[in-house]
């Protein structure tokens, strides 16, 4: 007989608890937990697929090493120890020839989704001690950290939007109803969004394309790509310059941002951006008069060439209208774990260093990662030789991606810890596969502190591992052991004593014992009460706690800092510039609710019904180019050109053409297991590694290309076709 036990989906950051039917090591039934006090049973086609990576035959459950290379390339399984040293011996070898910053690392985006990822990842890379230290952060949410570290002192002390409560949410480049929310993560967003409506709240939309989102909300606005800075900035303006701003006592800096807001009228907005002057208006004032709003801006406005200015604007529209801290407005979650008030993370800093070949700044001791394939490919001092990525597909995921690819087969060493042979992780020399969601314990240590109700929950795994399975902390643990013992063979590179112990002082205890240690310190709830209560510890409502949380000087938020008002400059420069050439278009991205950034496509359960790889046009410039619904185009942009067939559609401005990402598995000759039948392109092909926010986010939106026709002979030809 079956037996139900409680788990958590790992995949978004809406962190579901589940209920897993098992029978042996079979996995029967995947259900939203309705006594979960954060998703309240909610459960999305993605989570029920957890039982399929679990039983994935293409899933690596022992490490590899790569003979042969591209089409020719074979695995063969290692043991542990043999990948082990190998890993260290190599890692060792390019840090002793080369020095520290030649080997880089990249941190995509499950790194924050394991607990062990999180307790035990950044010791390895504090023991290479490089600076070419990467992740998906710099594709995704890097303006949002900057700009909280500026206006609220500490990268992470992001304000999250009161969903259950707000009369008035106003969303920006973001798509909930397909994504389940980032930054704010907020399981059961349909329903959630039902609620506000039947409780007679508003919900406004500003995105290029006509979402799922947009089709639920009051009103959607188009907006084109790239141009909400103005958009929010005369916002702010309107609301300044009508008396409607009624911040907090602990804010400096109105009158001066008065007179830097100045310039963006609402007029200047609906010239740049299309949105008209009067709904710029009117929606500044409801944000301004509703009883409580909050307004919210994701992955459409953060990875933009004005991120940074978005994410300030949106933060300041907050402040000036007195939502900030406010039930129903934005305010800090309260987690059991505060790793914010706990400094376990630095607040944040900007330009400590450069990149050595274009001299991008920093943040918070990362580089974009958009110079990474410069890094590897140009050779100096301190060129980087060695890889090693995390849970990361940045081959799909950055831009110029393909460039990057080519740039992984120069490498000297590559070691890849991920549980597929991806478009990435196929270049690798070794890859270590940990255990996944269902095999290993978890709590979060991320998404708890950015949900929209403060909650806690420990779970145990659901299923055993194989005895030759290892989890990623002590995939981490080892290889740092065994890091340190290499480096310590060679004086040149041996660590200070000090530091050797600490590394190893922090590898050598199990998340459990982490969490259990750290849960007791904050006694906001223990391990053993955690424990009896599987599904979750509901800890209330998000509760006002400012200006006590805030880590800047003297408590204060300042409207106005340095770092953001400069960037002005660089908006006006822009706007002054000449948008885009007569036949040229916007390509933005999209996601969609079965797929999950670039992978998942190897189950069945999630790429069966209605193809989804397709450009969106609209009907309009397809005319204009003479190019039928479904035919086959030829989308190029200043780094490169793929073929895709086109879907016509009004849901798009005219003027912006729509590729989802994390698409582009089809690479000649190369199987990458069940994914390689997952017809489409990466858009990510096409993103131009040169268009970078202030905060070194690249800027994904907004990325000028041409679509023509593509000949009916060369249309039979492969879709994917490297330009020049
Ligand atoms: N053009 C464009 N590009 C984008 C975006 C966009 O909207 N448009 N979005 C960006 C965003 S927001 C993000 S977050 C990035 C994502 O970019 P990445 O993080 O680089 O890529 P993912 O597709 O998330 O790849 C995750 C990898 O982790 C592996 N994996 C899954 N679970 C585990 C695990 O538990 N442990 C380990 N070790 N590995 C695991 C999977 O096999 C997969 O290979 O893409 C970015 N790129
Ligand atoms: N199903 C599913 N869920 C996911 C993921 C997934 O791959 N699949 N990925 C997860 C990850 S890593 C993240 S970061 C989150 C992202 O979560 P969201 O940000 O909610 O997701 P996106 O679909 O990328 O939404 C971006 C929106 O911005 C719009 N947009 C593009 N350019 C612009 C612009 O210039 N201005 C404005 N105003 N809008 C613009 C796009 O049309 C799109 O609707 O989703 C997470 N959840
Ligand atoms: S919404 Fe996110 S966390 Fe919830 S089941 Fe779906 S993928 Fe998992
Ligand atoms: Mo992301």
């Known amino acids: 007989m079956g037996e139900t036990r409680i788990g958590v989906c790992n995949l978004c950051e809406a962190i579901c608890g589940l209920e ?28 029920v697929s957890l039982a399929d990576v679990y039983a994935d035959p293409d899933r690596l459950r022992r490490p590899v090493r790569r003979v042969g290379a591209g089409a020719e390339a074979t695995w063969v399984e ?10 260290a011996e190599r890692l060792a070898a390019v840090i002793r020839d080369h020095g520290r910053n030649a080997v880089a690392g990249y941190l995509g985006n499950p790194t924050a989704h394991s607990i062990g990822a999180a307790t035990h990842g950044s010791e390895l890379l504090r023991v290479i001690g490089t600076r070419n230290r990467f992740s998906a952060s710099s594709v995704d949410q890097i303006p949002h950290q900057l700009v909280a570290w500026q206006l609220y002192g500490h990268q992470l002390l992001i304000p999250i939007p009161d969903i259950d409560r707000t009369d008035y949410f106003c969303v920006f480049g973001a798509n909930p109803m397909a994504s389940n929310g980032s930054l704010m993560t907020v399981p059961d967003f349909p329903q959630r969004a039902r609620d506000l409506a039947a409780r007679g709240g508003r919900m406004v939309v500003f995105d290029p394309r006509r979402t799922e989102t947009a089709r639920i909300a009051d009103e959607h606005h188009f907006v084109r790509p790239g141009t909400d800075a103005v958009v929010l900035l005369a916002m702010v303006r309107t609301i300044l310059a009508d008396g409607l701003a ?7 800096g109105r ?40 307004v919210y801006g994701r992955v459409g406005v953060s990875t933009q060439e004005f991120g940074s200015l978005c994410q300030w604007a949106i933060g300041v529209l907050n402040i000036l209208t ?50 990474l394939r ?50 990435t992780t196929r270049h690798a020399d070794v890859i270590l596969p940990p255990t996944t969601a269902l095999e290993r314990d978890h709590y979060d240590l991320v998404f708890h502190g950015l949900a929209v109700r403060n909650t806690a929950r420990w779970t145990p795994a659901v299923l055993p591992r194989d005895p030759d399975q290892r989890h990623d902390w002590e995939i ?24 050797r112990w600490r590394a190893l002082a922090r590898v050598l205890p199990s998340p459990a014992t982490m969490v259990t240690a ?40 300042d409207l106005t800092p340095e770092l953001l008002v400069a960037d002005l400059a660089r908006l006006e420069t822009a706007l002054a510039r000449t948008p885009v050439a007569d036949d040229e278009l916007l390509l933005i991205g999209r996601r969609h609710k079965q797929d999950c950034n670039s992978w998942l496509h190897n189950t069945e359960r999630l790429t069966r019904g209605r193809p989804r790889h397709h450009l969106l046009m609209h009907p309009d410039d397809l005319a204009a180019r003479g190019i039928g619904d479904g035919e086959c185009v030829e989308i190029t942009s200043a780094v490169g050109a793929v073929r895709v067939e086109v879907t016509a559609t009004d849901d798009v401005l005219p003027g912006v053409v729509s590729l989802p990402h994390g698409y582009g598995h089809q690479l000649e000759g190369v199987r990458l297991g069940r994914a390689s039948q997952v017809p489409g392109v990466s858009i990510n092909d096409l993103t131009d590694p040169a268009l970078l926010d202030l905060s070194g986010n690249a800027a994904l939106c907004g990325v000028p290309v041409r679509v023509a026709a593509v000949p009916v002979e060369a249309a039979t030809q492969p879709l994917v076709s490297p330009v020049g």
């Open 255 to 294: 009158e001066r941002l008065r007179t830097l807001v100045e310039p963006f009228t609402p007029e200047r907005a609906e010239t740049a951006s299309g949105v008209p002057a009067a709904t710029v208006r009117r929606v500044a004032r409801e944000i301004a008069t509703a009883r409580s709003a909050a």
């Open 476 to 499: 981490f643990r080892d290889v740092t052991r065994r890091l340190i013992a290499q480096l310590d063979r060679d004086p040149a590179t041996r660590l200070p004593r000090a530091k």
């Open 322 to 371: 007195g939502n900030l801290d406010r039930p129903g407005g934005v305010l800090f979650p309260e987690p059991a774990i505060d790793v914010v008030g706990r400094q376990v993370l630095a607040p944040g800093h900007f330009d400590a260093w450069r990149s050595r070949v274009r001299g991008a700044p920093e943040f918070a001791g990362e580089l974009p990662v958009a110079v």
């Open 78 to 87: 290692m043991d542990w120890d043999e990948a082990y040293d190998l890993v």
């Open 20 to 47: 897993i039917t098992v029978e042996g090591r079979t996995v029967t039934g995947i259900r939203g937990n309705p006594a979960d006090p954060l998703s309240r049973g909610y459960v999305c086609p993605k989570g």
């Open 518 to 557: 750290m849960l007791l310190r904050e006694r906001r709830t223990s391990m053993r009460a955690l424990r009896r209560r599987p599904e979750g510890v509901d800890l209330g409502p998000l509760r006002p706690t400012l200006p006590g949380r805030l880590q800047t000087p003297a408590e204060r938020i």
């Open 374 to 423: 410069e890094e590897i490919t140009t050779p100096g001092d301190g060129q980087v030789r060695a890889l090693l990525t995390h849970a990361g597909n940045p081959v799909l995921s950055t831009p110029d991606g393909r460039g990057l690819a080519d740039a992984l087969d120069s490498l000297d060493f590559f070691v890849a810890v991920d549980i597929y042979v991806n478009e």
């Open 246 to 252: 009624r911040p907090a006592a602990y804010v400096d």
